[in-house]
C-alpha cells in the first residue's frame, strides 16, 4: 500500500486543522495510524483505527493520551482516506505528522511521506 500525507500547515495556538491520508495500491490494512516526530525527539504514537468484522466502521479507534478529546480520526472507505481532525492545537503539537499501514497485521511497514504541522503561540 502506498500512503500520500496531505494538509498540513501553519495555524495559531487554538485552531484546527484537519490531515489526509490517502492509500493507493492494495488498500487494505489491519489499521492506519499517524505519527507524528519533532525536531529532537523520537516519532510517537498519535492515533489509529483499526479494522474489525469486515469493516472499518466496526473497527476502534486509539488516542495518545495527549491528543484524547482533541484529534478525531477517521476514515472514508470510498475514498481510501484516513482524516486526522486536530482542534484546539497547541504549540506542542508541532511536528511533522506521518501515516502508517499495518498491511499485515504484524506492525506499521508502509509509511506515508510526512506533512509539517506547525502550532504558533
Known amino acids: 500500500v502506498q500512503l500520500q500525507a496531505s494538509g498540513g500547515g501553519l495555524v495559531q495556538a487554538g485552531g484546527s486543522l484537519r490531515l489526509s491520508c490517502a492509500a493507493s495500491?492494495?488498500?487494505?490494512?489491519?489499521?492506519i495510524g499517524w505519527f507524528r516526530q519533532a525536531p529532537g525527539r523520537e516519532r510517537e504514537f498519535v492515533a489509529a483505527?483499526?479494522?474489525?468484522?469486515?469493516?472499518?466502521?466496526?473497527?476502534?479507534?486509539y488516542y495518545a493520551d495527549s491528543v484524547k478529546g482533541r484529534f478525531t480520526i477517521s476514515r472514508d472507505n470510498a475514498k481510501n482516506t484516513v482524516y486526522l481532525q486536530m482542534n484546539s492545537l497547541k504549540p506542542e503539537d508541532t511536528a511533522v505528522y506521518y501515516c502508517?499501514?499495518?498491511?499485515?497485521?504484524?506492525?506499521?511497514?508502509?509509511w506515508g511521506q510526512g506533512t509539517q504541522v506547525t502550532v504558533s503561540s
Open positions: 502508517a499501514a499495518n498491511s499485515q497485521g504484524s506492525g506499521y511497514d508502509s
Open positions: 495500491g492494495r488498500t487494505f490494512s489491519y489499521a
Open positions: 483505527i483499526s479494522w474489525s468484522g469486515g469493516s472499518w466502521s466496526g473497527g476502534s479507534t
